[in-house]
DNA sequence: GTAAAGTATGAAACGCGTTTCATCGCAAGA
DNA sequence: TCTTGCGATGAAACGCGTTTCATACTTTAC
């Protein structure tokens, strides 16, 4: 493996000027720097970038945590971190934990090896606090809404929220809600939101996990077994209502008129459902959570907007 | 930042040993040991990572090449190759690239630069051979099927012969396909599927793009606005049959009765949806793939198996 | 008792590019 | 003519852990 010192030899300058030529320093005479561009090509050299790394004391690289690649909102996410990723020239290490705490923990013991430059927390399982006693080694960012910490995030209290007065205004008293995990802040805002808006709110009616299209078909039969059925279900996803709307229609229910669907996320599936939807810019999520830990040198926060897309599986109530 | 000097001095000891310490490394007394690892907790000393990589000459890294993380079909993939490397203490870097040739080459930069040990190219856009210019700096493992590389497929035009012969059996005989890219491997060889088996094969009858559930729509508002339609599609997404199954019925399309629908993958969508399907092991792509990657050392080719699953959009030719 | 084998340890070289600092030539300003 | 000052360049230090090689002391083995 030929290194820059035998450039240096091969072209007769110091390692100094062939790093400089290598750099696009300026100050290097026309000749030097062909002789060394001449050397580059005579010997078929490479940089050892490993070395680059070293040498000067970076890595441009983040670290990414989340739980699932194969789940359309952490890759939509994974997507807007990618591309943004791409043109800043930077790269990223992906911990795919599926919720273990062992494995965000060596994201963090990358951070702090100084392997990532920072790391883009998209969902996890540790406590908040934990990932903050690392803060001293690099950037994180989280993508869920914690307080005190530099974060992107939709206000899924005010997202639910919409999707709530929705279904109460089109005459819903019975409204179940489905939550992708039962402890995590998203979801726990949401039920805040349901106990807060919803006067009827059971704790029943509340289903977790969904998170899959199974989570989805699993939980149509639920309803579908229930004696007391909500006639109105708000969904944390669209890849899950889609299960349920899928399974119920087997089961001969009628949507919207036997029961209301909302799903979230807006994924480009719930447009060809005709499912109404909350949707969220998640690309957008993954894009601005990549500019703050690379730019940012100050705790921010950003909320990024949701719309209520109000389609085809949705309407007045109509049944008892 | 404190480094392995520093701790050999405080320990009294060669930085050697301290090597020795932070490696396993039998042949270290007891006593020597405990020093060094006092004075790690006291300094609260990290290794840096980046020094280990350069010194050891490897990086325990592999770069993967794919087009999309969004697509249902990458991102299981993805995420086999992601379970596969964190068992293996393997990181792996993503090239996102959009099927765009210059990020591809960043990819192989990467690769000669020693930046990662090893790719797998998933999908790409790039003449194989110009990857093979640098199998000298690492393996290459593709997740299609090229003569003379390492690879782990699905033989996609057997997998499409499997369809077309069921279609072909339930008595269909105007049979159109949708291809995810035009010129693709794999479109290549489901085309030539196409071709070889069904005798009123028509070049307008070939879709394509087809990546997404909106090109799912489109395709079917195309098959709705067409004058000679095909009474069964083969379609080589899951994704996008359930974009084309969704359009079609609100169309008022019945499905299997006015047209037959096979799709591709084996989604779990599929299972929801009901859909008729040709399911394949994504996870395990990604999984052999990296084995290939980083355990094989000689040219390997791995089948893998594909399975038609029946389902309700599949029916005998009813109409003409 | 002596050779062979194993245990323990450190100095120094190594992997390799970047950066600082000193130096020197030469041109512009005083 | 003398002083600044910029352009150009190299030596050496730096970032930091790993590994080889030599050395020296213990144990086994015969």
New binding site residues.
Partial sequence: ????????RVA?????????V??D?????????QAVQQAILELG????????H????RTKTIGVVLPYVDHPYYSAILQGIARRAFDAEYRFLMWQTNYEEERERLALQALSQ?EVEGLIVVSHALAPEEFLKFEDYGRIVFCENHPNVSTVYVDHYAGFRSGLEELIRLGHEKIGICLSREHSVNSIARKKAYFDLVPDARQEWIDTPALTVEDGARIASRWLASNERPTALLIASDYVASGVYMTLRKAGIRVPEDISLIGFDGHPLSAVMELTTISIPCEEIGGEAFRLVTESDKTERIILPFELVSRKTTSVRTNV
């Fill in positions: 493996m030929t290194n820059i010192r035998d450039l240096a007769g300058v110091s390692v100094s000027t062939v790093s400089r290598l750099n320093h300026p100050y290097v005479a026309d000749d030097k720097r050299y490479i940089r050892n970038q490993t070395a680059v070293l040498a000067r004391g100084r």
